[in-house]
């Protein structure tokens, strides 16, 4: 299973597509498909059919869909949007910023 640079609730710029520029969080990450759920970022309308027995209620949702993880860029609280690379701090490694050095957070 490869391992990706971004994590859940890290916040990321958009790069490319219709919402290009957003900075929002990232709600989920499938590491498996390379791609990652962004809140409020490539939103689609799904049919919900009522289901009888149940209580529930059709009709049209709105939902984010999942984009590549090469279309977002990891934003240091600091520089903005930036490359990730790894250093070792001590047995763990940290997640830092290209740019100017500073370790982000990473997943617990």
Request: with cysteine; charged share 30%; glycine share 10%.
């Given at each position: 299973?490869?391992?990706?640079?971004?994590?859940?609730?890290?916040?990321?710029?958009?790069?490319?597509?219709?919402?290009?520029?957003?900075?929002?969080?990232?709600?989920?990450?499938?590491?498996?498909?390379?791609?990652?759920?962004?809140?409020?970022?490539?939103?689609?309308?799904?049919?919900?059919?009522?289901?009888?027995?149940?209580?529930?209620?059709?009709?049209?949702?709105?939902?984010?869909?999942?984009?590549?993880?090469?279309?977002?860029?990891?934003?240091?609280?600091?520089?903005?949007?930036?490359?990730?690379?790894?250093?070792?701090?001590?047995?763990?490694?940290?997640?830092?910023?290209?740019?100017?050095?500073?370790?982000l957070p990473t997943k617990?």
């Open positions: 299973m490869p391992s990706l640079n971004i994590h859940r609730n890290d916040t990321v710029k958009i790069l490319t597509g219709a919402d290009r520029g957003k900075t929002e969080r990232v709600l989920r990450v499938f590491p498996d498909k390379g791609t990652v759920l962004v809140e409020h970022v490539r939103v689609v309308k799904k049919t919900i059919s009522s289901k009888t027995g149940k209580r529930t209620r059709g009709g049209i949702a709105e939902q984010e869909s999942p984009i590549n993880v090469s279309n977002v860029a990891l934003v240091c609280p600091s520089c903005g949007p930036v490359r990730v690379g790894y250093k070792q701090d001590g047995n763990t490694r940290v997640r830092v910023c290209k740019k100017c050095g500073q370790t617990k």
